[in-house]
Every structure is written in C-alpha cells, then in structure tokens.
C-alpha cells in the first residue's frame, strides 16, 4: 500500500469520522484547553466537523451555489476584478518592487468571496483578518483565545448586518434557511460556523494556490517558456501547483470511532486524533516517480489530493481553478519581464503547518528604465509600506 493509498483509504473509512464534540473524548471530558490554536477548527458545527446526515443537510444548504453552471457564471466578476488589480499594478514605477501577495495573490479570491457572502465594506478589514488568524498555527494561547473571541464577534456583526438588510448573497441565503420552520434548518451556532468555514476556506487557500504557483514559474527554469511556446497550458500550471505546492497541507483533524488497524505494526486507537497530510500525495514517489518534488508543467501524471477525497471533497475546487487560471495568464501576459525581487530563498514562509504560502513575494513587474538597479527600502505593499 502506498501513502496515496492510505491517505485514501482513511479519507473513505467510514470509522474516521470528524465530529469532535461527538467523537474525541479528549475534547469531551474538557481536556482540551478553550485557547489551544486550534480549538476553532475542531469545535466549530458547520459540514466540515459533521458526519453522514449531519454533513449531507449543512453540504447541501451550499451546493447550489458551487455548481459548475454558477461557477462559470463568476467568470466575468473574478475576470474584473484581476483587470482591476492589473491596473493598480501597472501604476507602479517600473524597477520599484511589489509585494504579490499583498497586491495580487490575496485580494483576488478575499474580494470574491466577500462578494460572494454579501460582506458590506466597512466590515471587510475584519472580517478578513479573524478568518486568516484561524489558519496561523504559531500563535501564543492568549492571541488564539482573543482571535477565537473575534472571529465570532465579526461573524455574529455580519449575521446582524445581514438581518437587517439582507441582499441577493449567500449569508441572506443561509439567514433564510436558519429562519424558517423546515426540517433541514440552520441552527444559529451552524449558521455562524458555516460563514466561518466559507469565507476562511474560500480565501487563503487560493491565495497560496496564486502565490505558490507564481513563484514556481519565477524560480523554475523553462517552465514558463513550456506555457508561453504552448507546450504546456495554464491549466497544467494550476494541476502542477496544487501537486507539488498543495495549498493546505494539513488539516486538522479527524477521530476513530474504534481502533483502525493501519497496517502489521500500527493500529490507531479509539478516539485518537487523526491528522491528514493532503499534501503528501502530490508528492509520494511511489506515485509520482524520483522527481516527485519537481515542478515540472509537461509531466503527464499530475494526480494529487490537494482537494481531499470522498463525502469532505474540496466544495470549492473548481472556483479554485477557474480563479488561478484567470490570475496566472493574465499577470505573466500584461508583466511579460515579471522577476522576483529576492532570490527565492528568502522568501519567508507562512507560520502555519495547515496552508503552506508565502508571507510576501516580493517582484519588479518591469525593468528599471536602462537596467537601472532597483531602488533599495520599500516593497509597495509590504507590511511596512501602504499599498
Ligand atoms: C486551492 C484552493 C483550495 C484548496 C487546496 C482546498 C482544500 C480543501 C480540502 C483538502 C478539503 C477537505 C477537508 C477534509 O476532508 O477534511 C476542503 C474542503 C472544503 N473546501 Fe476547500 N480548498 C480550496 C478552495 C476552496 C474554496 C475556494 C472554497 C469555497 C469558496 C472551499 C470550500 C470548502 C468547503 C466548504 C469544504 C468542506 C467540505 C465538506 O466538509 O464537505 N475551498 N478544501
């Protein structure tokens, strides 16, 4: 059996399960602090901490909007709002570096989703700064438990926003169905847990999926030739990323319902947390050869699980793809000389083991006029400099 093989076969058990409040007797018996980093990944009741009837109801409240006929339909608004981004880009002078993941990588799909669920503007900032804290894993118990107390204050301010002037958006959608009478109502706690869970998973996973993708074809020699002399397409890029760079590596956490014997020596114990590494299959050599770790847009089997497997499978993946496959064309079409600006050894890394990103990726878009050297002190959009 492969890793691939177990990832799988885990991911199908039907004794892997991931209610928490049911099904970790650690968390039960109040073992688990209330400021341990992760408790709002586990304690939170929308799909994805349910199982079977549970998961199918609170799924299917959300399913209509991810169709691929709805999906299509955001072609034009994701296409909009990259030219927008293109055009702040392109007022920077040429030679000053940029942070891409600032100005491009996260405002993309942060914008999309907020759209998506209605946010009013004032109430953006905040609503995407509680939902990024929920992904950051290096953080002290003090900072996680102030975090949590945020992230569902902005949730609850939203849900009042909502109620009071509700719009043609997905929380006036899901505030329908917690106000009503039918069986397969939203309790208030799932209504709040399942903005949690779609805005947090729409956005910072396809920022890493951009960014991620961006720099791959920045440091990895050819790779963008094989796309521009159409060896490759983009798509093949967005496949190539999500194997190679998985934007959620990890994610936390499933429990046994009885021992689960894995193989002749282990056997995971009843009621033992399970963590998945969706980000190992796109990597198994068993699967993927010797240069498993290697980027490269021509190989033919570009087979992954960054998108999970069975009942949880990624409800967003396709807008995922539709949105790396708009950005990535059109930023290397209207930057064709686009560099990073750091050698890529210095990029730092995100401080979470759940989505493996960049914290900046700093790139001159154009050339300083006559090669000049580029101007040493701000990166526009860095954390020290406004954007
Ligand atoms: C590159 C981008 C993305 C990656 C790598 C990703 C990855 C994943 C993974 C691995 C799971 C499975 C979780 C599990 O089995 O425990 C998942 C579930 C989910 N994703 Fe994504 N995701 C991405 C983008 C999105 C987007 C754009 C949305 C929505 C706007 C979204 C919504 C969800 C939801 C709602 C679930 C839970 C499904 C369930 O529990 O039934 N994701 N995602």
New binding site residues.
């Given amino acids: 059996m492969t890793d691939t093989d177990l990832v799988r076969r885990l ?1 199908s058990d039907p004794r892997v399960v ?1 209610n928490a409040r049911e099904h970790w007797p650690a968390l039960r018996n109040g073992e688990v602090p209330a400021d341990w980093p992760l408790h709002p990944l586990v304690s939170v009741q929308n ?2 901490t349910s199982d079977g009837q549970d ?1 199918r109801r609170l ?1 299917r409240l ?1 399913t209509g909007a ?1 169709t691929p006929r709805r999906i299509e339909a955001m072609r034009p608004s994701i296409e909009r709002i990259t030219a927008d981004l293109l055009d702040r880009l392109a007022a920077v002078p040429p030679g000053r570096p940029v942070d891409l993941h600032a100005q491009y990588a996260y405002p993309l ?1 942060t914008q999309l ?1 907020c759209d ?1 669920f209605g946010v009013p503007e004032p109430m953006r900032a905040e609503v995407r700064r509680v939902t990024d804290a929920i992904l950051t894993t290096q953080v002290t118990q003090e900072q996680a438990a102030a975090n949590a107390t945020d992230l569902y204050a902005a949730m609850h301010a939203l849900v009042a926003a909502k109620r009071d002037a509700p719009g043609d958006d997905m929380t006036s959608g899901l505030i329908a169905a917690t106000d009503t009478d039918s069986d397969s109502r939203l309790t208030e706690d799932e209504l709040v847990s399942t903005l949690i ?2 805005i947090g ?3 910072e ?2 920022v ?2 951009i960014g991620n993708a961006v720099v791959a074809l920045l440091t990895t020699p050819g790779q963008l030739d094989l796309v521009r002399d159409s060896r490759a397409t983009w798509d093949d890029v967005v496949e190539e990323a ?1 194997r190679v760079l ?3 590596m990890h ?1 936390p956490l ?1 429990f046994t319902t009885e021992d689960v014997v894995v193989d002749a020596n282990t056997v995971i114990r009843a009621g033992e947390p399970v963590l ?1 590494a ?1 980000g190992a299959p796109g990597r198994d050599p068993a699967v993927h050869g010797p240069t498993a770790d290697a980027f490269d847009v021509t190989r033919e089997d570009k087979s992954h ?13 396709a ?2 793809r539709l ?2 496959g708009i950005a990535l064309p059109a930023l290397f079409d209207r930057f064709p000389d686009l560099a990073l600006a750091v050698p890529a050894g210095e990029l730092r890394p995100q401080p979470s083991f759940i989505n493996p990103g960049h914290q900046a990726v700093p790139a001159v878009l154009r050339p300083a006029a006559g090669g000049a050297p580029v101007a040493a002190g701000a990166v526009v959009g860095d954390r020290n400099t406004p954007g």
């Fill in positions: 991911l991931k799909m994805f998961h799924r959300v991810f799909p989703v998506l869970l779609m998973a729409g956005a996973t396809t890493n999926l999500l998985p934007p959620v994610l499933r998945i969706f699980l960054a998108f999970g497997h069975g009942a949880h499978f990624c409800l967003g993946a807008l995922a949105e790396a």
